[in-house]
């Protein structure tokens, strides 16, 4: 069965500070896509990124980037220079055939 | 503008009570979804739709109750069943039938309380 493990429960930085939201996930599929989403205080999620099995590239979109890498079966968010904006919680998914798996969510919280 | 609506944002009930909480989309999506969150933990899925008039059970149905009549919308019935219904309710959408590779877009949530 699928699994996604965010084994931070929650992280405080400061401002500016980067920060790396970690995500594992396992799966048995060598198709498979992988996702982030952010929860805001106002309880929406927040589509982030989507990432299928064969791609591996580094994605970069502003200060988010992700980095992909099946060898060890993670897919890690890094946010740099954190703003106060930043501050929610965040959620790792793992979609294979027709299932989709979220992990229990990373709250990140940015202080000023 | 497009998206999701759920309604209503904080929703109170008395043990023993059926109560139904509403979904639209105005996405044209084919899939609709229901998850459960609880605190500390990831989203559950309830129950989701490929089409109209036809839904599938998901990881925790029991105790719920869901109809897909119009494209648009999508209600989950949390049935007296349920035996620890307080949680927050999120409903979602996506483009394409199956729900493996396309992100899914979600409404605000209804916050569901027992009494």
């Known amino acids: 069965a699928q699994k996604v493990t965010q084994a931070q429960t929650e992280i405080s930085v400061v401002e500016k500070e980067d920060v790396t939201l970690d995500c594992v996930y396992e799966t048995r599929d060598t198709t498979y896509y992988l996702f982030w989403y952010k929860q805001p205080p106002s309880g929406e999620l927040v589509f982030l990124i989507r990432r299928n099995s064969f791609d591996e590239q580094n994605e970069i979109s502003g200060r988010y980037s992700w980095n992909f890498q099946k060898s060890t079966s993670s897919f890690n968010f890094t946010i740099t220079a954190s703003q106060v904006v930043d501050s929610a919680v965040y959620f790792c998914a793992l979609s294979e055939a027709n299932d989709m798996r979220f992990g229990a969510g990373t709250r990140l919280t940015v202080k000023p | 503008d497009g998206g999701i609506t759920q309604s209503p944002k904080y929703l109170f009930r008395k043990e023993g009570q059926n109560v139904t909480l509403s979904c639209e989309q105005n996405?044209?999506?084919?899939?609709m979804y229901w998850y459960r969150q609880d605190p500390g933990q990831g989203l559950r899925l309830i129950y989701y739709?490929?089409?109209?008039?036809?839904?599938q059970k998901g990881d925790i149905a029991e105790g719920y109750s869901v109809s897909r009549e119009k494209k648009e919308s999508f209600p989950l019935t949390v049935t007296s069943a349920q035996k620890n219904p307080t949680a927050f309710y999120l409903c979602?959408?996506?483009?394409?039938?199956?729900?493996?590779?396309?992100?899914?877009?979600f409404g605000p949530g209804t916050r569901l309380t027992v009494l």
């Open positions: 996405l044209n999506h084919d899939a």
């Open positions: 739709s490929q089409i109209v008039n036809d839904f």
């Open positions: 979602a959408s996506s483009i394409l039938a199956g729900r493996a590779y396309n992100e899914q877009f």
